[in-house]
């Protein structure tokens, strides 16, 4: 088939190149130019797992390119995808203007009857009927276009392998033939498909990631109550996830979760409530709770070290989650803010992130070249990103290269059986702490 999709970005790129694999004829368009060029050159302007080589050899074979020409991507098209961001407006409603900005455009390029439209960025319920407005606004005729939603539920990390071994694929659309076209197009995914009405379909989106927030908001008040009462949280969650009702995914405490779509799904959630006189309580204690324990290791810091201004401290791990170079909503930059904002010369070090987050922390940091630089000589440690380079080192080496060995650990990373053995103070997420009173820390004569 020929499919366009419209957006180049975690979402369009790995979809464009996920579908030119399965044989169709993708074309991409994107309105950054930059970007356009960067993947004509082979390069991918975003890092994820396996993308850049699918994208090279999709464009090899002619199966995949790139535009920033709207009459290009609407030319031959039988189905285009949607595929831009739709982020957080100042009061957590979605922002729909680059979705409408695309559907206009596409309205008044397309020249065939019948064209599919799908949007696959997450959007309000009720976002699919505009959409057919906005697109027979500027259509020739009315009636050019079939509408469907077709929500994405992709991990960043591991999106390629997600597209191929999802859990389902949700098509929204009361129209048969589009419901038709649009599985006979996902089929060699064998990915099982769940049709439902256009409002379903959206809701599904929002309700899943709500979801899974839940879930981690939750099991993070557990892990904070352990710390409090001496259980070991790592402990309460196998013993919960043992239970085939709750399961152990989505069950790891840590300082919270960040991206591109929970906290601004969650808001948009909270929003679309609101505008049905609908008081969503518990998922605005969700995001109130996140909130608190993104900065959770400032705060331990503070009661540990009493005064931070003026100390150094390392900081691994500045994406969001491993695998990805994505930094939107991250822990870690809330973190650094609030130990800049202390006094605390902090010097980071990321695998990937490291050139998006310059763009955010400029000068108000220092950039290690590897994680050794950004441990050695710091008074303190934070680890904000479970990266398993991070995973991997010992904490006696940690130990020995600190001026000070603190270590704040948000993720986890580390058994406390070794923290034991190891001359560091280690402060985890729901677990007891293990410290080391022969280490003479300058904050303990304090
Ligand atoms: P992104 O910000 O990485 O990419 C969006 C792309 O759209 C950018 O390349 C931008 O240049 C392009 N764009 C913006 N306006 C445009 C226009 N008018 N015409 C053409 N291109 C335009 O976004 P993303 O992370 O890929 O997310 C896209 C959508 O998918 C969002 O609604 C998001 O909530 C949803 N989603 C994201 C993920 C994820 O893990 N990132 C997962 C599921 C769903």
Redesign the pocket.
Known sequence: MNVSV???????LVTGACLAEIGHHVIC????RE?VEMLRSGRSP?YEPGLEGLLQKNARSGNLSFTTDYQTACDKAEIIII????PSRPDGSADLS?LQ??AEKIGSNVRRDGTIVVT????PVGTNRKMSFWLDAHASSAGSFRVASN??????GSAIHDTFNGDRIVIGTEDDYTARKLEEMVAPFEVPVLHTSIESAEMIKYSSNAFLATKISFINEIANLCEKLGANVEDVTKGMGMDQRIGSSFLQAGIGYG???FP??TNALVQMAGEMEHEFDLLESVIHVNSKQQVKLVEKAKEVVKNLTGKRAGLLGLSFKPNTDDIREAASMEIIKRLVDEGVGVTVYDPVAQENAKAILGDSVTYADNCFDAIEDQDMLFIATEWEEFKVLRLKTISRLMKTPILFDGRNCFSLDEAESAAIDYYSIGRPPVLHSTIKTPHSSE
């Open positions: 419209i957006g180049t970005g975690y979402v369009g368009l994107d309105t950054n970007k975003i595929a831009v961001g739709t680059a900005d695309v696959k960025s997450t959007v929500p994405e539920f992709l991990r960043e991206g591109s779509c601004k799904d």
